[in-house]
């Protein structure tokens, strides 16, 4: 899995340079450790980077797990074992001459914010102990639960670092649309001050500078909007138990087990009821409606970025190669979508729940974000051999402390401002 390019910060941000023969002095290359502790999986990436005035990225090593530590509520010495587990993959990696300079972070999204505070800092001690049992550098607050807004803003940071836009001379920047399993982001630098003065509140603006620019951003993390929260809402079983939940988005046939944040439920069509894709659309509906904010300004808003579970599904359906990922219209989604759930049989090769995925995500862009179909999403999941995830950025955020804020009390009320 070794990086197939130098990243270097110093000539552009994320300019790319030809790959280089290691230099001879080890001392300048140096490596950092950050842990995603998602809502499904727990991954670990191992960065390289070559110091120069300011850091180059020489590679990433990258590996995940299943499921994520909230499927552990109950059993928090589990969380231990899996970031003991992932750990080996640094030990492989890093010099062990290294070990004691190179920091571990780990940062919990969706998954854990879900959870009760307390049962989610029982699994953050276990991994704290691993931690500090460990032979690598444990930075204060090497272990929390990472804040919704920064979470866009440094998937926001990756990707524009990773395709060459965060140079001053950068005359335009990438959006990012992130999907995860608990929650979803979007992000993107707005070209019309409109956009920033018709938030709904100021925690949907951020501020930061990063390498002598800065920046200020449109961004938002929806807890309960992740593709796995979606489900059990339009299956109705948010906070519920003990019962079937039907969905017109599931084959009529069908029944089984599904397992989220630790919990499991009982699902299945609907056999004496409606299936396909109107019906779905209606369920899948009443999860982004009333919930998702409309930025003023998203039709030509030249280039969007889409990762996770928008990449995932959208080879599941058959609409991208799931190795060069590629380019797709909003209006692909909702096509192929309508084409899966319209023939819903008793076992579709493609899975049970890609009639209901795939639903979902029509309705998050359309009717959610308020994308026009024809708006072109890139669908990626590694840029340059490097994953595409909030995971780099906030590594270059550890390093750098690009001190990210969100709009604050001298921000402009979007109520009484004069627009
Ligand atoms: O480095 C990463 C991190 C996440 N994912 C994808 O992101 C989705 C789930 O995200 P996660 O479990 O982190 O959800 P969250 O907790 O952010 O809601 C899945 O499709 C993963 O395969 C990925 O492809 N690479």
Known sequence: QAGSSLLDLTHGIGGLLPRLSRPANHSRIHYAVMFDAGSTGTRIHVYTFIQNKLPILDNEMFQSIKPGLSAYVNSPEMA????????KVAKQTVPRVEWKRTPVILRATAGLRLLPKQRAHALLDQVQHVFDESPFLVPDDSVSIMDGTNEGVLAWITMNFLTGHLSPQSQKTVGILDLGGGSTQITFLPKLRKTIESVPSADYVARFDVFNSSFELYTYSYLGNGLMAARLGALGALGAKGTVFKSSCLPKKFRDEWSFGGLTYQVSGDPEGLSGYKPCYLEVQKVVQGVIHQPHELQDTSAFYAFSYY??????????????GGRLEVRDFKRRAKEICNKLTSSPPSGPFLCLDLTYITALLKDGFGFKETTVLQLTKKVRNVEASWALGAILDHLHNMKIHRGDETFPNPVTCDL
């Open 80 to 87: 231990g074992h899996t970031v003991r587990m992932l750990l």
């Open 311 to 324: 990449f995932d599904r959208a080879v599941d359906a058959g609409l991208i190669d799931g190795e060069r």
